[in-house]
């Protein structure tokens, strides 16, 4: 079965700084590869998808991410977080093997941005 | 409007009672699901219905019975709740196949006492 790792569970950043967040998954055939975020007690949104095409995908509110397939990482970043980038940020996965069929969640990445 | 509509947004009940959580989605999609949000914000898969049919079990409690009485609807029944219950569940949708994405409900927070 699919499994991913997002390696940091929380990460402190001031304003500003630069934001890179990883993200492993575990099958290597063809995936669609997803950034959810989720603002303090709201639902999750999508932040950014990766289908096919160009590796390099670009989000709302700035944000981008990198599939490199020999790697199977997607990792999120953010050349400058704001304090209202607060949230938890969830990587996902889902299959060609599986049919489409599931949607595998990461752990979660909380991160805080202090002003 | 919405989306991905659940209700209630918030349960409290006690223990050994009977609940339901409804969801409906009103963008036209075959494949739903409940995830369940744990304390540590850990979001695990607990079903997918895909046609009204179940697709994913996941290793869920038999005391959870899914209902889906068409494509647009799946409710979450749950009997004699357990403290453990207590959590934030999550519906969401999306359309069959690849090059999808999923919309999720607002949640429902379930607190057992």
């Known amino acids: 079965a699919q499994s991913v790792s997002q390696h940091n569970h929380h990460v402190i950043l001031s304003e500003a700084a630069s934001l890179e967040l990883g993200c492993n998954y575990s099958?290597?055939?063809?995936?669609?590869l997803f950034w959810y975020v989720q603002y303090p007690g709201q639902h999750l949104q999508l932040l950014l998808k990766?289908?096919?095409?160009?590796?390099l995908v670009k989000g709302i509110k700035g944000f981008e991410a990198e599939f490199i397939k020999s790697k199977f990482s997607f990792n999120l970043r953010k050349p400058s977080v704001q304090w209202s980038d607060t949230a938890e940020y969830f990587c996902?996965?889902?299959?060609?093997?599986?049919?489409?069929?599931?949607?595998?969640f990461g752990k979660g990445t909380m991160l805080l941005v202090s002003p | 409007d919405t989306a991905v509509s659940q209700t209630p947004k918030y349960l409290v009940t006690q223990m050994g009672n009977d609940k339901s959580i409804k969801c409906e989605q009103n963008?036209?999609?075959?494949?739903m699901y409940w995830y369940k949000q744990d304390s540590k914000k850990f979001l695990k898969i607990m079903f997918s219905?895909?046609?009204?049919?179940?697709?994913i079990n996941e290793t869920v409690p038999n005391r959870f019975s899914p209902k889906s009485p068409d494509k647009a609807h799946l409710n979450l029944h749950i009997n004699s709740l357990e403290l453990g219950d207590s959590a934030v569940y999550f519906c969401?949708?999306?359309?069959?196949?690849?090059?999808?994405?999923?919309?999720f409900g607002q949640g429902t927070r379930l607190t057992v006492v």
């Open positions: 969401a949708s999306r359309r069959t196949g690849g090059n999808t994405e999923a919309f």
């Open positions: 099958y290597g055939g063809t995936v669609n």
């Open positions: 990766y289908f096919s095409g160009d590796p």
């Open positions: 996902a996965v889902t299959d060609f093997l599986s049919g489409y069929s599931t949607l595998t």
């Open positions: 963008l036209g999609h075959d494949t």
């Open positions: 219905y895909n046609n009204k049919e179940l697709i």
